[in-house]
Each structure stands twice: as C-alpha cells, then as structure tokens.
C-alpha cells in the first residue's frame, strides 16, 4: 500500500510583496483528485483576480477558507493527500502528517511548527509549481516580503481592513470546514458577480448561455427584463456602482482590492510629487482623416484603431525628444532614474476600480502592432484578468477621458512616473483654418508631471510635440 501524507498549501505571495488576498471561488471540492498545476481557485489580490494552480498532485481533504474570505499571505487554505515521497523534506510553508494518523484537534501543532520561519529549504528539494511555495512567516505572524525585481516607486501598504480569526491551526485537518456545495453555485466570471450585486439578482436564479453554462453580463441583463445597463465602451468600461435599493438609505462597501490600492496610491502621489498641469487644445481633423484612412486600407484590416492609438504614437515620438518625462524620483537613492525604454500605461476604469496595466517596451512597436497591444490590454482588464506583472512597472500613462464625454482635467500621476496626460473628447467646433472659421475636429490634451523632474519648459516641449504630431501627422517623419 502506497504510504500517503498530508500537506497544507499556504496562500503564496502573488508578486510585488502582496500581504493578503480574498478567496473568490474554489474550482475544486473536498474529495476531488487534482493534477499539478491544475486551476484550484480564484483569487483577488489588490491588483487583479488570478487563477491559483495547484501546487501538489493529489486529493482534497480540507478547504480552509470561504469564498469572499480576506487571508494573509502564509495562511494555509487548501489541504492535501498526496504520495509520500521517501526522500523530500517539507517545505517551511507545508504541514506534513501521515494521512492515516491525525492527531487530535489538541494535539495538532500549527503549521508554523512543521520548520522554524528562519530555515531554508534547498530549492532542488522543493516541488516546483506555477505558483512558487508562500511567503515564510515571521515570529510575529506577518509575512516576510520578497525582494522586488523592479524598483517601481509604490505608497506603503495598509494592512487588512478585516481579518478572519484561522482556527484550521488548531483543529485536525479532517475537521477543517468542507465546502460541499462548491460544484452548485453558478459559475461566472468577477465583473458579472458584481453587477448581479449591484442589480440586487441571484446568480442562482439566472440560466447561463456561455461556454459551460457560465453566466455572462448579457443573461444578466436579460434577466431583469433587459434594464439598461452600461455595456463596454469602445474604451476601458466605466466604474459601476452599486445600486441603491428602495428605502435604504446609505450603502457601505468595505474598502478593499484595487480601491483600497488605488486610494493610497493616489494619496502619496498627490502629497509627494510636486504637480503641474499643462493644457493644449488641438485642432486634431487631420489624424482623423488619417485615422480613417487606416482602417480603411489592408494594413490595417481587422485591427481596432482609435483616437487614443493615434496619441500613444504621437506620445512615444515626442518622449524621443523629451526623455526627462520618462524617469523616475528615486528618494531612497537620491538620484533621478530616465529610463531607455517606455512601458506605456493605459488607465481604465473596470468594474473592480481604476487600474493602470502597461504595454512593455512600447516604444519599440510599429502602430499596428501598438493597436493590439491597446486591444488585449483593454479587453483583459475589461475582464478583470490583468496580471500583476502588467500592472507593475510603467514608466509614464495616458489616461482617456474623452469616452466619457470629458474635455480636460488635472491626472494624477501613477506613483512612480513623472507624467500622465489625458486626452480630452474629439468634438467639431468652429475653429481658425487657413484664415478662416471653419469647423474642425478638436480635442484638449491635460499633462500633468512632476516638478522635481520636469522643468516647465520640457514639459511644454513634450506637449507642444504631441499636439504638432496630431495635428499634422506628417510631422512623424521629422521626428523618426
């Protein structure tokens, strides 16, 4: 007989020194057999929702966590029954007992007690897994931070708002809560979970028409006998928010994800970075005939080009000339970091919060290929599936306020950059052409930097040549 062990799964950090993320929704049961690698759970952290592969070939014996529950990073959550392999050791982060003799809910020592928080375990003895082995718990019970890989400048963390009382420490594995009911609840993606809320429906109550039976944004809508709901825009969707029921009068969502992120992101930019707001209104007729020229010629066929593709070219063009606003302050180092590439980041407003993936290496791209880049960022994130590798790591962004019907604003910088400019909506307005009123196509271009690393007049330069290239696109050609 195959001798079996039990082995306790930590929530892993995610990337960027994450502390905590909530349990979305299990894919798997107490009792199923599971492969390596094989997709066991959704889970949000403060950056995106990511699927959670299994780190272990085996079966399910204990879920320790709920859905909706926020857990710290080196928390367990899941257990195992996989083979006992004669010679591994387990990892710092893995309680290990034989299957066939659990002790009493008394006599369980906590995972912490299956290797001391300062051993390390050689890596050629660790299982290798999509999701590395958890963070390594310290003394005090908070989890050690990684290195980071990249030097993105990011406002200090909160700790959880809320926080779950772990009795699976003390309590046989057999009696960690199973969840039973996992394989009946209605299978749909986050942004659809979130308008049902907001529309007050049981997802329960909806019949799924997508692949699998999954419930999509339109089975909703039709549920409710097609209320109308704000569909995606051709850009980033708007923020959606909950919907007030008759007689209540007040609502209360807990801070938390990419809102709670966000909030301190913005809180230390505004009070760290020095801003400056620059303002120029662009007659932009010509990138638009041009822009209807693209589409409608074969090199472009079957690509999405929009306004915001043509002011990302025109952006990346003039930071050629104008590298000051493609750095970074560096306080710890007191030095200033220009950067020789640009990770161009697109803020978009998802069902989730407001969030700011980047294309790498943009500036390196032709304008088809920038036009699917634009495309599968803004799907993704449409999605909620942007990764936190995506959100790490811009290098200066643009923000589209003109889907919403907006001319100018006052962005705030994405911690870590030193410009972000917001293109305004393109709108026909009687304008001077050749000595003469005529109505033509304008659009205000709003570039807000950081004075520590901008002066104003490079600023000014920065701008003054992406409204040159916009207005007169052939302008590309002096500037390639």
Excluded: C
Excluded at 278 to 306: I, N, Q, Y
């Amino acid at each position: 007989m195959t001798a079996t062990m039990i082995k306790e799964f930590r929530l892993p950090d995610l990337g960027e020194g994450l502390t905590e993320s909530e349990i979305v929704s299990w894919k798997v049961n107490v009792g199923d057999t599971v492969s390596l690698n094989q997709i066991i759970a959704e889970v949000e952290t403060a950056k995106a929702v990511v699927e959670l592969p299994s780190p272990f070939a085996g079966v399910i014996t204990a879920l320790h966590e709920q859905p909706g529950t926020v857990v710290e990073v080196g928390k367990p959550i899941v257990s195992f029954e996989v083979e006992n392999d004669a010679g591994g050791q387990p990892d710092a982060a893995e309680t290990v007992a034989p299957a066939e003799t659990v002790a009493p809910a008394e006599a369980v020592a906590p995972a912490e007690a299956a290797a001391p928080a300062e051993t390390v375990v050689p890596a050629a003895k660790r299982e290798p897994n999509l999701v590395g082995y958890g963070a390594v718990v310290e003394s005090s019970g908070h989890p050690v931070r990684r290195q980071r890989t990249f030097a993105a400048a990011e406002p200090p963390r909160e700790s959880a708002a809320r926080r779950q009382v772990d009795a699976a420490e003390t309590r046989p594995v057999e009696s960690a809560p199973a969840v039973t009911m996992l394989d009946e609840r209605p299978r749909s993606t986050p942004p659809v979970r979130k308008l049902a809320k907001d529309l007050g429906v049981s997802l329960e109550e909806v019949r799924g028409t997508g692949p699998g039976g999954l419930i999509t944004r339109e089975d909703v809508r039709n549920f409710v006998g097609g209320e109308d709901v704000p569909a995606a825009a051709e850009e980033p969707a708007a923020q959606e928010f909950p919907a007030t029921g008759q007689g209540e009068r007040e609502v209360r969502t807990p801070i938390k994800g990419v809102r709670k992120l966000t909030a301190a992101a913005m809180v230390s930019s505004a009070f760290t970075a020095p801003h400056v707001t620059e303002f120029l209104t662009v007659d932009v007729t010509a990138a638009m005939e041009l822009l209807v020229r693209l589409k409608a010629g074969k090199a472009f066929a079957g690509l999405k080009l929009t306004p915001l593709t043509l002011v990302a070219k025109a952006a990346l063009l003039a930071l050629r000339r104008n590298p000051t606003l493609n750095s970074k302050w560096d306080e710890d180092n007191q030095e200033i970091v220009q950067f020789n590439y640009v990770n161009l980041g697109i803020a978009a407003a998802t069902p989730r919060g407001l969030t700011v993936p980047n294309i790498k290496d943009a500036d390196r791209m032709t304008l088809a290929q920038l036009s699917t880049a634009l495309t599968e960022l803004t799907e993704t994130a449409r999605a909620g599936k942007t990764g936190p590798a995506d959100l790490s790591g811009g290098t200066i962004s643009i923000t589209n306020i003109g889907v919403f019907g907006i001319d100018a604003g006052t962005p705030i910088l994405n911690p870590g950059e030193a410009a972000i400019l917001a293109m305004g909506a393109v709108r026909k307005m009687p304008w001077e052409y050749q000595d003469q009123i005529a109505l033509r196509q304008v659009m205000t271009l709003s570039l807000s930097f950081d004075h520590r690393l901008v002066d104003g007049e490079q600023g000014s330069r920065f701008l003054a040549d992406v409204g040159a290239l916009l207005a007169d696109p052939g302008m590309a050609l002096a500037m390639a």
